[in-house]
């Protein structure tokens, strides 16, 4: 539930205590492992990658697939023995753990909108000489353990702009890095027990009769049931029953047009259907408390937006490609969300968090200085550098991965 109003924080800043940082990366690993039950795995070999270019500048840009991610990263930073900063959402600003998240050096983004104070922030992060921050350049949590959504250009044009101000500033051209960073989870032990049970609970709520199929056509059913479920609440009518990707297509595009309507939103269709949630919750958390009692669509119109991120990445076949128990119990995750009403569902069972650090980028690399000391790609526009860096940060992130 989105708490805040216009009479509230527009922004979070990094509060980072670095003493009392360290003291917490310091517990940090046992804490994570037996309430998280996670254990971090990087080789030797990773860790040297990012020591090597500790005095630099460095932007890392990590996949997103869990909500565990950000505590995963933490963890990083306490085994290279660096003080990271983060960007993180500004929902997650809430009581104690928002001050915490302030503390470790967390800063709020509103998505969205335009958050010039983000923005400003970052900048003045980029401009320091040894700067670690962290960037999550899908946007957004996909809820797929070995697959990425596309990467934003976002970080990567910021760490443009302050170089060419650092060059402007210096007279020379600094290194600065980007870190591909691709995060992949593995269940340490023998998984069918708490399948089993994930299965039945949800099987139970749903009210389907329990079979013997396999764990696959179980799932399935499942998930069918609830699209089933979506359909009827929304009134989309699907018109081909087979073609599960096709219905649920047509399902988030009916999805986001009500939102849209209810709020008075000129649909932007140009837009990523996440774009578009993200500017839905921003409408939403800028209205007035009486406004949001007296609208009775409110909780409704930002259930659905809470539904469509879960639900996002989905598509049919997923689990059928890769029978994993890490793609059934990211699937399991999802369904959970939307059946019980929950944020973070039960914990499926004890999992390694295996981190690969990809080959860091040198964006001076990509630089070429002109008489007025302004960037210039020596075989393109500046545009076509940031979106080729953005791709090869993504695919190198999605190649570690598989």
Same mark, same amino acid.
Not at 25 to 35: E, G, N, R, T, W
Not at 137 to 149: A, F, I, K, L, R
Not at 228 to 242: F, G, K, M, R, V
């Given at each position: 539930?989105?708490?805040?109003s216009?009479a509230?924080?527009?922004?979070?800043?990094?509060?980072?205590?670095?003493?009392?940082?360290?003291?917490?990366q310091?517990?940090a690993?046992?804490?994570?492992?037996?309430?998280?039950k996670? @254990?971090?795995?990087? *080789?030797?070999d990773?860790v040297?990658?990012?020591k090597a270019?500790?005095?630099?500048?460095v932007?890392y840009?990590p996949?997103h697939?869990?909500?565990d991610?950000g505590?995963?990263?933490?963890?990083?930073?306490?085994?290279?023995?660096?003080?990271?900063?983060?960007?993180?959402a500004?929902?997650?600003?809430?009581?104690?753990?928002?001050?915490l998240?302030q503390?470790?050096?967390a800063?709020?983004?509103?998505r969205?909108?335009?958050?010039?104070?983000s923005?400003i922030q970052?900048?003045?992060?980029?401009?320091q000489? %040894?700067?670690?921050?962290?960037i999550f350049? *899908?946007?957004?949590?996909?809820?797929q353990n070995?697959t990425?959504m596309?990467?934003?250009?976002?970080?990567?044009?910021?760490s443009?702009k302050?170089m060419?101000?650092l060059?402007?500033?210096?007279?020379v051209?600094?290194?600065?890095y980007l870190?591909?960073?691709?995060?992949?989870?593995l269940?340490?032990?023998n998984?069918?027990t %708490?399948l089993?049970?994930?299965?039945?609970?949800l099987?139970t709520?749903?009210?389907?009769?329990?079979t013997?199929d396999?764990?696959y056509?179980?799932? @399935?059913k499942?998930?069918?049931q609830?699209l089933?479920?979506l359909?009827?609440?929304?009134?989309?009518?699907?018109?081909?029953?087979?073609?599960?990707?096709?219905?649920?297509?047509h399902?988030?595009?009916?999805?986001?047009?009500?939102? *849209?309507?209810?709020?008075?939103i000129v649909?932007? *269709?140009?837009?990523?259907? @996440?774009?578009?949630?993200?500017?839905?919750?921003?409408?939403?958390?800028?209205l007035s408390?009486?406004?949001?009692?007296?609208?009775?669509?409110y909780?409704h119109?930002? %259930?659905?937006?809470?539904r469509?991120?879960?639900?996002?990445?989905?598509?049919d076949?997923?689990?059928?490609?890769?029978?994993?128990?890490?793609?059934?119990?990211?699937t399991?995750?999802?369904?959970?969300?939307e059946?019980?009403?929950?944020d973070?569902?039960?914990?499926?069972?004890?999992r390694?968090?295996?981190?690969?650090?990809?080959?860091?980028?040198?964006?001076?690399?990509?630089?070429?200085?002109?008489?007025?000391?302004?960037?210039?790609?020596?075989?393109s526009?500046?545009?076509?550098?940031?979106?080729?860096?953005?791709?090869a940060?993504? %695919?190198?992130v999605?190649?570690n991965?598989?």
């Amino acid at each position: 539930m989105l708490n805040f109003s216009k009479a509230e924080i527009k922004f979070f800043p990094p509060q980072q205590n670095p003493l009392l940082t360290r003291l917490i990366q310091s517990i940090a690993y046992l804490l994570v492992y037996f309430v998280y039950k996670i @254990r971090v795995v990087i *080789e030797e070999d990773d860790v040297a990658k990012v020591k090597a270019i500790a005095d630099s500048r460095v932007v890392y840009l990590p996949n997103h697939s869990t909500l565990d991610d950000g505590l995963v990263l933490f963890l990083l930073s306490a085994r290279i023995g660096q003080l990271f900063h983060y960007v993180v959402a500004y929902e997650a600003f809430q009581g104690l753990i928002g001050k915490l998240l302030q503390t470790v050096g967390a800063y709020s983004i509103r998505r969205g909108v335009g958050d010039r104070y983000s923005i400003i922030q970052t900048l003045d992060l980029l401009r320091q000489p %040894q700067c670690k921050l962290v960037i999550f350049p *899908e946007g957004g949590c996909s809820y797929q353990n070995d697959t990425v959504m596309s990467f934003r250009s976002g970080a990567i044009e910021l760490s443009f702009k302050v170089m060419e101000k650092l060059l402007k500033q210096d007279g020379v051209v600094p290194n600065f890095y980007l870190v591909p960073v691709s995060l992949k989870y593995l269940y340490s032990n023998n998984t069918d027990t %708490q399948l089993e049970q994930a299965l039945s609970r949800l099987e139970t709520a749903l009210s389907l009769k329990p079979t013997q199929d396999d764990y696959y056509l179980r799932l @399935r059913k499942i998930a069918t049931q609830v699209l089933e479920n979506l359909e009827a609440e929304y009134h989309q009518i699907p018109i081909d029953l087979t073609n599960l990707n096709q219905r649920i297509k047509h399902l988030k595009q009916r999805m986001l047009a009500y939102c *849209e309507e209810k709020l008075d939103i000129v649909p932007q *269709e140009r837009l990523p259907e @996440r774009e578009r949630v993200y500017k839905i919750q921003s409408v939403l958390s800028s209205l007035s408390v009486s406004a949001k009692t007296l609208n009775p669509n409110y909780q409704h119109i930002y %259930q659905t937006t809470v539904r469509l991120l879960n639900f996002d990445a989905i598509y049919d076949g997923y689990v059928a490609e890769k029978p994993t128990p890490e793609r059934f119990f990211a699937t399991i995750d999802r369904l959970e969300r939307e059946v019980f009403n929950i944020d973070r569902p039960k914990l499926k069972g004890r999992r390694q968090a295996i981190i690969k650090i990809g080959t860091p980028i040198n964006l001076k690399d990509h630089w070429q200085i002109e008489p007025n000391n302004s960037f210039k790609s020596p075989s393109s526009s500046r545009q076509k550098v940031i979106d080729d860096l953005t791709q090869a940060a993504q %695919q190198e992130v999605q190649a570690n991965l598989d």
